[in-house]
């Protein structure tokens, strides 16, 4: 099973400020036939279900505002948020779907406004 | 719009059986992948269980043999029968749609199964 590895577990950040959400696998998930890598960065906030953000490690859903932007490749990725809102507290969840028997998620991370 | 609405979950003793629902509308079940997708109190999320369209199903290994996943078409219904249950099995049980094929783009509100004696 491809594993996924979140970090930081929880951080605290000012109205504003930028926020940094790191994810790494275990294993490359970059498909090299079409240059895409297969994760998912989904949103979920408290009693609700998950929400897609990010998918093929880069791509915004429609409808996500865009300060919230995807990056990385191979084994490294990151969820930044430029300028965070209040709305933006939740957990944040990366997900690959390169291997998809199991599909596995990272542990959350947990932001919260400082 | 598509719309997924999950029930039958609720409190079941160790040992006991349990069948989800998901019932989907805004596009057709059978001719798209569609999961379920668990999370335990204050926990993280944990891919249970996949049904590709062509029907091939497969499960996390900590649910292979005591859950089955199904759908049925014309009530375009996703199902996950659960036999055997224990108390880790105990979460919100969410299904999940991938309608790229890859990442899951709708998920449901989720149901509470709780399994305790």
């Known amino acids: 099973d491809i594993v996924m590895t979140q970090s930081p577990d929880s951080l605290a950040v000012s109205l504003g400020e930028r926020a940094t959400i790191n994810c790494k696998s275990s294993?490359?998930?970059?498909?090299?036939?079409?240059?895409?890598?297969?994760l998912a960065w989904y949103q979920q906030k408290p009693g609700q279900p998950p929400k897609l953000l990010i998918y093929?490690?880069?791509t915004r859903e429609s409808g996500v505002p865009d300060r919230f932007s995807g990056s990385g490749s191979g084994t490294d990725f990151t969820l930044t948020i430029s300028s965070l809102q209040a709305e933006d507290a939740a957990v944040y969840y990366c997900q690959q779907y390169y291997s998809t028997r199991p599909y596995t998620f990272g542990q959350g991370t947990k932001l919260e406004i400082k | 719009e598509v719309q997924l609405v999950e029930s039958g979950g609720g409190l079941i003793q160790p040992g006991g059986s349990l069948r989800l629902s998901c019932a989907a509308s805004?596009?057709?079940?059978?001719?798209?992948?569609m999961s379920w997708v668990r999370q335990a109190p204050g926990k993280g999320l944990e891919w249970v269980s996949i049904?590709?369209?062509?029907?091939?199903?497969y499960y996390a290994e900590s649910v292979k043999g005591r859950f089955t996943i199904s759908r049925d078409n014309s009530q375009n219904t996703l199902y996950l029968q659960m036999n055997s249950l224990r108390a880790e099995d105990t979460a919100v049980y969410y299904c999940?749609?991938?309608?790229?094929?890859?990442?899951?783009?709708?998920w449901g509100q989720g149901t509470l199964v709780t399994v305790s004696s």
């Open positions: 294993q490359s998930i970059l498909y090299n036939s079409n240059n895409k890598n297969y």
């Open positions: 805004g596009f057709t079940v059978s001719s798209n992948y």
């Open positions: 999940a749609l991938g309608s790229s094929g890859y990442y899951y783009d709708y």
């Open positions: 093929w490690a880069s």
């Open positions: 049904i590709y369209s062509g029907g091939d199903t």
